[in-house]
């Protein structure tokens, strides 16, 4: 937890994913947000570490600041065709973000506060932690707003210079907390992501000044998004006869690929999913994998395409990273997908079924050092090739599409003129889910499926991108964005008095230089 990444660069992941108690259905089902979140949380983390009082108070500590009393509440978008939303925003910062980081702030102070209490009795030096992270719009406010005035805790947000919307820059940079530092970089989000990667790895500053990871590279937060997972489908169980199982297809805006990991664990935990749907947007990397089973940051050459190895056609951005309508997922490189490929390795090379039970010391090894291959390959060649029972395995869980800038604003606009709850605005990084969603809905219906519940997860606010929405609906009849969508907590929070520091370059030790003149900075005040 207060690690974040191993010294040698690498994910940390369970020891075991824990198989749900036998009565959990019928046990869970009527439960509060926070208190399914307890039932959830105890499977990975021991009384021994955490008391159970310890938990629950974390636990309605870290979502008593939501605006809506379900946390997580689903919205019937298309109810006819058993669409529906799972709002993601309802805490500080407008963002999903905020279901894990709320928590994981607390965590933090929590761990901080016992290991120096304890220091303190045996007369050694304070734990003062250093967080380190790199955003592309939303982890960095609602990791600021998870630990800003913490005390022991200095927190350093890189974001892309000019690629975030100017609500999630304003987010940032007006918390004016001593503890809390905004760099600009000016680069890609991959760079930023990058360079927190090499300070982690750096032999002195990592120890020096116990810095710690608030990016999803921090298992913390896969694990508390997890709860939303349970808390859905139990929402379109209990509408169902008793006994009767709802099939759930879940469709996930995906670039981090953090989010919809933590549907992957639900659903080895025994959560019954039908299936997990990766929706990107023109920074389409993951798609391309599941469609081609390459997972490249460049284009295939042309004799490549010919020979077949992506009939499909798909390509990566001749450009690399693309600046699209969904900011927040103009990713090139994943950072969660690396733990994925550890599950698929161990199941599909080193021929552990997926059974939850315990593999063998050799066959965690064969598939770390499978995994190490494929990275190491990404590095060097920009390309990760599997071989085709790896992406057996893949499809077996996951599913992709792939939503041009264009059907985004399309989408935006058939929702809010067509929907039952209309007017009902997404977001751009929501309609990439809705959009692919409403193909997925299609399909079922040609295929003759029927029951089919698609649940597609909503990750901001509208009202963090209004030149998305604007774009769609600015010609709708009485469409006005400052009346019916922005909160009054964005009202003038642009004009406020920021805090930050550009960072011309984006170069690991100009970051880390100036991430130690900060910290010498507050040492004296």
Same mark, same amino acid.
């Given at each position: 937890m207060l690690k974040g990444l191993a010294v040698d660069g690498g994910l940390f992941i369970p020891e075991a994913i824990p198989s749900l108690p036998k009565d959990w259905a019928s046990r869970w089902s009527k439960l509060r947000f926070q208190d399914l979140a307890y039932e959830v949380l105890s499977l990975y983390i021991s009384p021994d570490e955490i008391p159970a009082a310890d938990l629950k108070e974390l636990i309605e500590r870290s979502y008593s600041t939501f605006r809506h009393p379900e946390i997580t509440p689903v919205v019937d978008l298309v109810p006819e065709d058993n669409l529906h939303v799972l709002e993601l925003f309802h805490g500080p910062t407008f963002a999903f973000k905020d279901v894990a980081l709320q928590f994981v702030g607390n965590l933090f102070e929590y761990f901080l506060v016992r290991k120096n209490a304890q220091q303190g009795t045996e007369g050694g030096k304070r734990h003062v932690l250093t967080i380190i992270g790199a955003t592309s719009g939303d982890t960095g406010s609602a990791a600021i707003y998870g630990l800003r005035g913490k005390k022991d805790i200095s927190v350093f947000i890189l974001h892309p210079r000019g690629k975030v919307s100017p609500i999630q820059e304003a987010q940032m940079t007006t918390v004016l907390d001593s503890n809390v530092h905004n760099l600009s970089v000016e680069g890609t989000f991959d760079d930023c992501q990058d360079i927190v990667k090499t300070l982690f790895s750096h032999p002195v500053l990592s120890k020096t000044h116990n810095l710690g990871a608030v990016n999803s590279i921090n298992w913390s937060r896969i694990l508390a998004q997890i709860v939303y997972y349970f808390s859905s489908y139990f929402v379109l169980a209990n509408k169902l006869p008793e006994g009767q199982t709802p099939k759930i297809? /879940?469709?996930?805006?995906?670039?981090? /690929?953090g989010d919809i990991l933590a549907g992957y664990f639900a659903k080895r935990m025994g959560l019954p999913i039908d299936q997990l749907v990766i929706a990107t947007n023109e920074n389409d990397i993951l798609d391309r994998f599941v469609k081609s089973g390459r997972y490249e940051k460049h284009p295939l050459s042309p004799a490549e395409a010919e020979g077949g190895i992506a009939a499909d056609g798909a390509k990566a951005h001749p450009d690399g990273v693309k600046a699209t309508l969904a900011p927040a997922m103009d990713i090139l490189v994943s950072s969660n997908f690396e733990r994925l490929l550890w599950?698929?390795?161990?199941?599909?090379?080193a021929?552990?079924?997926?059974?939850?039970?315990?593999?063998t010391k050799q066959q965690k090894e064969i598939a770390g050092k499978t995994v190490l291959q494929w990275m190491d390959s990404l590095k060097t060649m920009g390309?990760?090739?599997?071989?085709g029972s790896v992406l057996s395995t893949?499809?077996?869980?996951f599913a992709s599409e792939r939503v041009s800038d264009q059907q985004t604003v399309d989408t935006i606009k058939h929702v809010y003129t067509t929907?039952?709850?209309a007017p009902y605005v997404l977001d751009p990084h929501s309609a990439i889910g809705v959009a692919a969603a409403m193909r997925l809905v299609e399909n079922a219906k040609q295929a003759g499926e029927k029951d089919v519940h698609f649940v597609s997860l909503s990750t901001a606010h509208p009202a963090k991108f209004n030149h998305a929405v604007d774009l769609a609906l600015k010609q709708e009849t009485g469409y006005d964005f400052e009346t019916m969508i922005r909160p009054k907590e964005f009202i003038g929070l642009e004009q406020r008095e920021k805090r930050i520091r550009v960072i011309e370059k984006a170069d690991p030790e100009l970051v880390r230089a100036v991430v130690e003149e900060m910290l010498a900075a507050e040492d004296k005040v």
């Open positions: 297809r /879940f469709v996930v805006p995906t670039g981090n /690929f599950y698929l390795a161990l199941e599909s090379i021929e552990v079924p997926q059974s939850n039970s315990e593999p390309t990760i090739i599997v071989p893949t499809r077996r869980d929907s039952p709850s």
